[in-house]
Structure formats: C-alpha cells, structure tokens
C-alpha cells in the first residue's frame, strides 16, 4: 500500500515566531506508519524547524533550490546546503516558481536529478491552466511535463519521487476540482509513470492533489484510487487545520 503524504506549503508566510509555534504544536501528533506529515517552509526557517522537529514524525522541506552544487549564483541555495541541516524533501516546479520564476520543464528535470543527487525526495509538480482544461488540453499537457520531469531518472529514484498535481486554475482560488476530476489526472499520471517504467513501479509512485485542499475536502480525495495525498497551501497554515489533515492520512492509510 502506498503512503498516504500530506506536505504543507507554507509559500511566503509566517514570522520566526508563528513558524517556530507552529512546529511546537505539531510535533508531537500521532502520524500513522504508512502516512507522512511533511511542512514546506521558507529557507530562513528551515534550520530552526528541523531542529525543533528532531524526535518527532513531522519533516521537513524546502519549497524550492537550485539544481547546482555551487557557484556564483546570488540568492539561491543549493541541495547539499539543504541536505547538510537536515531538510528530507523538496518541492519542485510548482506552478508559482513557473509562473513568477521562469522555472520550465527543462529546470524542473535538472533540480529533480539534483534531489536524488543529494539524498533530498522530489515533490514534483504539474498541473493546467485554465485556458488549457477548457481546451481539453490537461491530459496532453500534463502527460508532457510527468515525462520531462522524470527524464534520465532510474526506476528506483522514479518510485521514490512525489508527483503532486496542482490544476493551477485551483490554487488559492477556493475552486477544487471534484474528486473525480483530480482522481482522472492522477490515474492518467500513474499511466504515464508506467509507460516510461513498468505498471510495478507506477504503483508505487505517491501521487498528491493540491488546489484549496481543507479538511473537509481531504476525505473525499483520499478515498480515490489514485490520490495518495495532498499538497496543502492555505489550509496547512493553522496548526489544527494541518492536524486535520494529518488525521485523514492516518484514517486512511
């Protein structure tokens, strides 16, 4: 059975004091063996949290870094700097970074080689516009980013990747897709993953739903057969909010 995986991404929010009281109330709450509690936070915060959360079932992660070791690269972290205090996962691609970064496939690729290259787990994220799900273009493009994505990986760093999928047109916006819907482009994404590899190691890729996820949606998702998580933006801001979350993991796990 696949692990049930809810990452909260905190994006650009939270002063050093709210971030570190956060981490304080949830650390000590129960994650089942086959869920995994994962908060998403800004660098500055990333030392305090992993060492406020050492002992505990919560991890940690960066929302993004550079694929480089090294080098004259202004602003930007690396993942052995990540790796080196303690951070387990990154996210990569996320619509944000494509939209406001010029982050493309082709970077996205590089920095999911560079996670494995250091010991990190890849989040990887894909997902539609709009405009392109009006033009019954999800599947395609979709399909077209999952494999760039993944290019160049083995099959063991393949089963290890997150995929998150994230119709843009839904983050931030209040507007989920139906459960149906997400579960659609999850399962296609699981097709794709076993096209490029093998149906065994498709199975054991850990597909999340992102896109005004809350608790009172996360059942629902969960319970489909292909979503095995979610990347949370809004709703993982509030310690019990992102409990609850957890708690639908556990449920069923």
Known sequence: MRNKVIAGNWKMNKSFEEATQFIDEVKG?????????????????????????????????????????????????????LFSIGVTHVVIGHSERREYYNETDDTVNKKTIAAFDHNLTPIVCVGETLEQREA???????????????????????????????????????????????????????????????????????????????????????QTSDIDGALVGGASLEPASFKQLVEAGNRLS
């Open 29 to 81: 709450m129960e994650v089942a063996a086959n869920t995994e509690a994962i908060v998403c936070a800004p660098f500055i915060y990333l030392t305090n949290l992993v060492e406020r959360a050492k002992g505990s079932n919560v991890k940690i992660a960066a929302q993004t870094m550079h694929y480089e070791e090294s080098g004259a690269f202004t602003g930007e972290v690396s993942p052995s700097m």
């Open 136 to 222: 019954n273009e999800t599947l395609s493009h979709i399909e077209s980013q999952v494999k760039q994505a993944l290019a160049n990986l083995n099959d063991d760093q393949i089963t290890k990747t997150i995929i998150a999928y994230e119709p843009i047109w839904a983050i931030g916006t209040g507007k989920t897709a139906s459960s149906e819907d997400a579960n659609e482009v999850c399962a296609h994404i699981r097709k794709v993953v076993a096209d490029i590899t093998s149906q065994a190691t498709a199975d054991k890729v850990v597909i999340q739903y992102g896109g005004s996820v809350k608790p009172d949606n996360i059942d629902e998702l969960l």
